[in-house]
């Protein structure tokens, strides 16, 4: 009977302890640091820090009258290298006719054939050299990757960019409507849940529906010994602070 009565008194705290809040804090879901493939000078730049932006927006430029110049280059290129194309084509023609006729020889007929497939080696590289500048010409307007807030802008209009191996961030954005609560816990309370499991995640007095999106397989440092490291995803419509103290209650 006693025994009955502890397993059912360590039930009950394993089963309190299991619903306990968790303190947590507010960390963005997803967050991008952007900076410009191409290098330039800022012409504009049309977000501020709070900003909401949406998929596919502008969000700075730079001075694109290089960029605009290679691409009418590259376009009379390829215009010139079409026409070089066809007339090669013609002349191939008119040799190959000639060649079936037996009044040149096979060599001529073989240089006639090497000039085409010079021409058409020029012109393919032409157009390929002028999607590249057509391309560098859209990557000077840097835009949002997805729906997003504005968490830092690092860029003034007239700032020289320059491409290189490290790139330069000059505006980072975090993914708009969704948040993640990070949290830790014990070996114990980690071992009976699973990644999509439903919890719920308290900002304030504002309860939240959470699912839990990680949950740590290596045990970190931490004040009460070692412990596991867990997110939990949930949507939210109103602008929350990464930092932000919280609270998961698990199920």
Do not use: C, H
């Amino acid at each position: 009977m006693k025994k009955m009565v502890l397993a059912g008194v360590l039930s009950m705290v394993a089963m309190a302890a299991q619903a306990a809040d968790i303190a947590a804090t507010l960390q963005w879901s997803q967050r991008v640091e952007l900076s410009p493939r191409v290098s330039g000078i800022v012409r504009e730049v049309g977000v501020n820090v709070g900003d909401r932006v949406k998929k596919g927006q502008p969000l700075l430029a730079l001075d694109a009258a290089l960029y605009q110049a290679r691409v009418a280059e590259s376009r009379a290129a390829v215009a010139r290298f079409t026409e070089e194309t066809a007339e090669a084509k013609r002349d191939r023609e008119r040799i190959q006719e000639l060649y079936d006729r037996t009044v040149i020889s096979t060599s001529e007929l073989d240089q006639g054939k090497l000039r085409y497939a010079r021409a058409v080696a020029q012109r393919d590289g032409a157009r390929a050299q002028f999607r590249a500048e057509q391309k560098n010409l859209a990557d000077s307007v840097l835009r949002a990757p997805f729906d997003a807030v504005v968490v830092a802008r690092l860029v003034e209009p007239g700032q020289n960019v320059a491409v290189g191996l490290q790139p330069q961030t000059l505006l980072v954005l975090a993914k708009a409507g969704e948040m993640t609560a990070r949290f830790k816990m014990s070996a114990d309370q980690i071992g009976g849940l699973k990644v999509g499991q439903a919890v719920t995640v308290k900002v304030g007095k504002q309860d939240y529906p959470a699912t839990l999106r990680t949950l740590g397989l290596e045990a970190i440092k931490d004040k009460d010994g070692a412990a596991y490291e867990a997110d939990a995803v949930f949507a939210v419509k109103d602008l929350l602070r990464a930092g932000t103290m919280a609270a998961v209650t698990l199920p």
